[in-house]
């Protein structure tokens, strides 16, 4: 089934298929120690699962404060106001006893991890070179761990806001004067094309395999009124030297495998199709997976007629060498936003009686796509069917989309006159009086309209999902994933620009209901347990009360409704528990269900408990062991109330 929509490596697939079919269970990623968190997901397949079990179904509303830090970041904005931070969303790190963390202007710090006590901290001053990083201003998510089996060094690697790569030692904080040119290597360079350092950002962990650093990017993709932008290139770095050892083109050129997709010679200016979030990492086959998302402009394509591989696409390449192994499109032809925002899961299951090395993507538009990682096949068939197409003067359409046949999706497509909500007749009414005259009803893949032409479409999802960054988890003792979720309505108008003759994106606007409420039918999120080894959901449940107290549905006495800001929640699992951020009850004011960290059984779904927190949470949440306890510890709040916490029994 090797196609230019689905395409493998065919040299190595028969030698593929024999080499591998016995590998173990835990060959995905390097071993990382039971009581350890060594990446974003904790380890390179993104698993997001501990074998800690101190914390039970029993004790975890027993969970108290062990100890709180205050983000260095604080002492930057209280001298500089102008600086306008996003909440801390980093997720935590911890290794020999050190805890990890990047604040929100990309300084680095490492903690004791039974104080919390600052060890040490690394300032490149980012917001003395930059004005404000493109898109989502001031946010960092975290770095990677790495250590030398074969040596004593260990490293912690920083992409930062500065456009630079760092290797600072675990233990000290010190830069590796030897790694790149001082220290540094210039991320900005290794495009193959001169870009505008002022479009581009770093914020998201990089990814190791062996000694190599994979590094991806992130570009402006609001209002661009310029017909050239930076590609979203792979890079791949020596992790002890800092020498560029290979590129993947995510915007083919020249010869490239995939250039013909790019039509009247498009790939000589088109940009993005990078690979913001983060990534996954198969050690023992020596793949890097890269998800990655839509080429400039994010909801129009006019200028590049063509499906535009490698957009919006999986892409399994060699560590060594940088050659695409396999991949997968799932969107050809992006016009709605939906980039892959999160790393794919590695994982082993079994699928009608026969053992599978599979990889599990989750999407923005609730797909979960399933692959045997070592071939590219999918695990379920994954249909291209028509799609609706749309009358924008000089856009390229594509016909059909993929559909995964399994799993079911995880959050709600499209929407339909069955969908509005209708909790009163009232209500109802006053929802479709809002719709009618501003927006138009359709299904998945309804296509944007210019301003005037037109009565929109509400996008469902939106571009924040479905699945955002947070990502999902897998339990390896069950082939289960689990994938938090929010449901939430868009308008994506287009703009005509004159300084470039075609249309460009800017930020879709959120359409709501009567006083808020939303304008379809709950769960409004909502979390999802999918079992990879069947492709059927075990269960689905509401992630918190969502807006069952407003005053227009408090008297009706609702159950949980999902929701809370549409905010995603970071999850994690444990033997015995699903965490998840927020969650918790409404008591009236609907942040206090958000300023929670909740737990579910993971065989169930059943909602366990919630743990009050000092501030909301952002970052995933992430376990560890230390000195015979088990710490729960999770990075939260903005500006004066930015602090990492973390929790243990008492």
């Known amino acids: 089934m090797c196609t230019t929509r689905f395409a493998c490596g065919t040299v190595l697939f028969l030698v593929l298929v024999v080499a591998f079919a016995t590998l173990s269970t835990q060959g995905a990623q390097a071993q990382v120690p039971d009581r350890e968190w ?163 950002t770093y914020s998201f962990p990089v990814a190791i395999a062996g000694d190599t650093i994979i590094v991806g990017s992130i570009m402006q993709d609001g209002a661009i009124q310029v017909l050239e932008a930076p590609p979203g290139h792979v890079r791949a770095y020596d992790a002890r030297t800092g020498d560029l050892k290979w590129v993947f ?55 590049r007629p063509g499906d535009n591989l490698f957009a919006e696409s999986v892409i399994a390449v060699d560590v060594e060498t940088g050659q695409r192994v396999w991949h997968f499109q799932a969107i050809h032809h992006g016009i709605w936003d939906w980039d892959f925002p999160t790393g794919p899961n590695l994982l082993d299951v079994t699928v009608d009686g026969r053992p599978m090395k599979i990889l599990a993507q989750v999407s923005k538009q609730a797909f979960t796509y399933v692959f045997d990682r070592v071939t590219g096949e999918p695990v379920w068939p994954i249909e291209e069917r028509p799609v609706p197409v749309g009358d924008v003067e000089g856009e390229w359409y594509s016909p059909t989309q993929p559909f995964p046949t399994k799993p079911a999706p995880f959050d709600r497509q499209g929407i339909a006159l069955d969908d509005i909500i209708d909790f009163t007749s009232e209500i109802r009414a006053e929802t479709l009086e809002i719709i009618d005259g501003r927006a138009r009803l359709g299904p998945l893949f309804s296509t944007p309209v210019v301003r005037g032409s037109g ?26 994933l689990f994938v938090s979720s929010s449901t939430m309505g868009f308008l994506a108008v287009l703009v005509e620009r004159d300084v470039v003759g075609y249309f460009t994106d800017p930020w879709p606007v959120r359409l709501t209901g009567p006083q808020g409420l939303p304008l379809f039918k709950p769960p409004y999120k909502r979390v999802t347990a999918i079992d990879l080894n069947t492709g059927d959901h075990a269960w689905q449940v509401p992630h918190g009360d969502g807006p069952r107290n407003h005053p227009r549905l408090a008297h009706l006495n609702l159950g949980p409704l999902g929701g809370g800001g549409g905010i995603s929640s970071g999850p994690l699992v444990t033997p015995t528990l699903l965490i998840m951020n927020h969650g918790g009850r409404d008591y009236g004011d609907i942040n206090s269900g958000l300023r929670t960290v909740s737990a579910y059984d993971k065989a169930t779904g059943v909602h366990l408990g919630s743990v009050d927190l000092p501030v909301m949470p952002a970052g995933n949440p ?29």
Not at 455 to 480: E, H, K, S
């Open 38 to 200: 060594h990446a974003i997901g904790r380890d390179g397949a993104n698993s997001k699962y501990s074998p800690l079990h101190q914390i039970t179904a029993d004790n975890f509303t027993e969970l108290e404060i062990a100890w709180t830090w205050d983000s260095i970041s604080r002492a930057v904005t209280a001298e500089r106001e102008e600086l306008r931070p996003s909440p801390l969303m980093a997720t935590p790190l911890m290794a020999n006893g050190l805890v990890y963390l990047t604040s929100e202007f990309g300084q680095a710090v490492a903690l004791d991890a039974r104080t919390g006590e600052l060890v040490w901290s690394y300032d490149a001053r980012a917001y003395d070179l930059v004005d404000r990083p493109i898109n989502m201003g001031w946010r960092h998510r975290g770095l990677t761990y790495w250590q030398d089996d074969a040596s004593d060094d260990a490293r912690v690697f920083l992409a930062n806001h500065d456009l630079r790569l760092v290797a600072l030692d675990a233990r000290t904080g010190a830069v590796y004067p030897d790694f790149g040119e001082n220290g540094l290597v210039d991320l900005t360079q290794g495009l193959g094309r001169d870009v505008d350092a002022a479009r581009m």
């Open 249 to 303: 083109r995510t915007v083919p050129q020249g010869d490239d495998f995939g250039v013909d997709s790019w039509g009247n010679e498009s790939w000589r200016y088109s940009g993005h199709s990078n690979v913001w979030s983060y990534m996954a990492v198969d050690e023992e086959l020596g793949y890097v997976y890269l998800p990655t998302g839509t080429p400039s402009n994010d909801w129009y394509g006019g200028m």
């Open 455 to 480: 009565l929109p479409f509400i996008q469902v999802p939106g571009p924040g999902g479905g699945a955002n960054w947070q990502g999902a988890a897998v339990d390896p003792q069950t082939g289960r």
């Open 622 to 650: 992430v376990t560890y062991e230390y000195e015979g306890r088990q710490y729960l510890v999770i990075a939260g709040g903005t500006g004066d109330d930015a602090q990492l916490m973390a929790l243990t029994l008492p």
